[in-house]
């Protein structure tokens, strides 16, 4: 039977609704194919900062480096200065841990209704690959004097060939397994040092994959062919604030933030890659237990997938699409419907244990 050690961050808000869920899954689907999961829950994140007066301990890191993945929730709380979460956790973890893709499948799945009216299934089925530890969220600058008149603040984008080089290497060989085709999300007309020098950098990877087909698109005609033409795109190769952004656009285009899962994936797996829902902890409705579970659940997926668990991976998005397609099945309430965050759960894990998918 094979092992996995699985390290569980629910992180705040929603978070701590969602990961339980996408816990009962995991361990639905482990029965089946006969994986041996051992999950620690660790209790980090805002709350765990407003408790203790730290996100996570100081052994966080080396506590995480010994288990073969990281399941992650979500972490903020309207109590809590907002820089500081990221930096603390999410930011810390990808960093440390050479997280520098940022794999989010964008798809949107039968039966769901895109707001695109005209969009159906086969249309939206693209990938944004974040840079994921450098550009314009390296965290590199400074605030000088910001209470006087003469107040400055400058923040700077990192581009690095090895950065970009290693990101690109990654989108290329993911577009061979797909459509063949990636886009390069830049602003390189604009932003004529930082992402010129990442446009020709990616130039240069393309040469070792001339058989994948390449395009340049600047951000801001991005945006508009995510909603226009989202079946024009295959792999979207992108920097991490650009896809940040667009990622938040692709799950408005798949019908729910809710719906959306993430992946950071250290390729050369010299560290445990992270996996989460792209939403964050959304206080709104946390504690009502209405978030939809799927995001999350399927970002489980994408870990056993990481984990060379591709059958077990693929039972969990067929039970994903089982649940969305019962029309007299819960649904969730983002998605229109009424059921809870734990009906949600229970029904992809009952569709597991059935052998339903
Ligand atoms: P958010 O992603 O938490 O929520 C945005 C909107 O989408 C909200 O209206 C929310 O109710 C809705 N939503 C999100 N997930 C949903 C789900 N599973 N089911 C149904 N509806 C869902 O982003 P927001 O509101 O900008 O940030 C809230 C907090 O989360 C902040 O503290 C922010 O910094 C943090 N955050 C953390 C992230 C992380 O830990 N990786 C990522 C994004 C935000
Ligand atoms: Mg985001």
């Given at each position: 039977m094979?092992?996995?050690?699985?390290?569980?961050?629910?992180?705040?808000?929603?978070?701590?609704?969602?990961?339980?869920?996408?816990?009962?899954?995991?361990?639905?689907?482990?029965?089946?194919?006969?994986?041996?999961?051992?999950?620690?829950?660790?209790?980090?994140?805002?709350?765990?900062?407003?408790?203790?007066?730290?996100?996570?301990?100081?052994?966080?890191?080396?506590?995480?480096?010994?288990?073969?993945?990281?399941?992650?929730?979500?972490?903020?709380?309207?109590?809590?200065?907002?820089?500081?979460?990221?930096?603390?956790?999410?930011?810390?973890?990808?960093?440390?841990?050479?997280?520098?893709?940022?794999?989010?499948?964008?798809?949107?799945?039968?039966?769901?209704?895109?707001p695109?009216?005209?969009?159906?299934?086969?249309?939206?089925d693209?990938?944004?690959?974040?840079?994921?530890?450098?550009?314009?969220?390296?965290?590199?600058?400074?605030?000088?004097?910001?209470?006087?008149?003469?107040?400055?603040?400058?923040?700077?984008?990192?581009?690095?060939?090895?950065?970009?080089?290693?990101?690109?290497?990654?989108?290329?060989e993911?577009?061979?397994t797909?459509?063949?085709?990636?886009?390069?999300?830049?602003?390189?007309?604009?932003?004529?040092?930082?992402?010129?020098?990442?446009?020709r950098?990616?130039?240069?990877?393309?040469?070792s994959?001339?058989?994948?087909?390449?395009?340049?698109?600047?951000v801001?005609?991005?945006?508009m062919?995510?909603?226009?033409?989202?079946?024009?795109?295959?792999?979207?190769?992108?920097?991490?604030?650009?896809?940040d952004?667009?990622?938040?656009?692709?799950?408005?285009?798949?019908?729910?933030?809710?719906?959306?899962?993430?992946?950071?994936?250290?390729?050369?797996?010299?560290?445990?890659?992270?996996?989460?829902p792209?939403?964050?902890?959304?206080?709104?409705?946390?504690?009502?237990g209405?978030?939809?579970?799927?995001a999350?659940?399927?970002?489980?997926?994408?870990?056993?997938e990481?984990?060379?668990?591709?059958?077990?991976?693929?039972?969990?998005?067929?039970?994903?699409?089982?649940?969305?397609?019962?029309?007299?099945?819960?649904?969730?309430?983002?998605?229109?419907?009424?059921?809870?965050?734990?009906?949600?759960?229970?029904?992809?894990?009952?569709?597991?244990?059935?052998?339903?998918?």
């Amino acid at each position: 039977m094979k092992q996995y050690r699985i390290a569980a961050i629910p992180g705040d808000g929603i978070g701590k609704e969602v990961i339980p869920e996408g816990l009962k899954v995991l361990r639905a689907v482990a029965a089946q194919e006969e994986l041996d999961l051992e999950i620690e829950t660790f209790p980090w994140g805002a709350e765990h900062y407003l408790q203790t007066g730290e996100f996570m301990p100081a052994d966080a890191l080396i506590k995480l480096e010994s288990f073969d993945a990281i399941y992650f929730g979500g972490v903020g709380h309207p109590d809590v200065d907002d820089s500081l979460p990221g930096k603390h956790c999410t930011f810390r973890v990808r960093k440390a841990f050479q997280q520098y893709v940022n794999l989010r499948p964008i798809r949107l799945l039968p039966d769901v209704q895109s707001p695109l009216r005209d969009k159906r299934a086969e249309d939206i089925d693209f990938v944004i690959i974040r840079e994921n530890v450098e550009g314009e969220f390296a965290g590199v600058g400074g605030i000088i004097n910001p209470d006087r008149p003469d107040g400055l603040a400058i923040q700077t984008g990192v581009f690095t060939r090895r950065g970009v080089e290693r990101v690109a290497h990654y989108a290329f060989e993911l577009a061979r397994t797909r459509r063949g085709k990636l886009t390069n999300v830049t602003k390189s007309n604009a932003l004529t040092y930082g992402l010129l020098y990442w446009d020709r950098v990616i130039e240069e990877v393309h040469q070792s994959y001339l058989d994948v087909e390449y395009e340049k698109l600047y951000v801001d005609a991005a945006a508009m062919n995510f909603v226009l033409h989202p079946e024009r795109f295959d792999v979207t190769l992108t920097t991490n604030l650009f896809g940040d952004i667009l990622s938040d656009l692709g799950g408005a285009l798949i019908g729910s933030l809710g719906l959306a899962p993430s992946g950071n994936i250290n390729p050369e797996r010299q560290f445990p890659s992270m996996f989460e829902p792209i939403h964050g902890s959304a206080p709104d409705i946390a504690g009502r237990g209405i978030a939809n579970p799927l995001a999350t659940i399927w970002s489980g997926a994408l870990m056993l997938e990481h984990l060379g668990e591709g059958v077990a991976a693929q039972r969990i998005l067929g039970s994903i699409m089982a649940v969305l397609q019962d029309k007299d099945g819960p649904r969730p309430v983002d998605l229109g419907g009424k059921a809870t965050t734990i009906e949600i759960g229970d029904a992809v894990a009952q569709r597991l244990s059935q052998g339903g998918a």
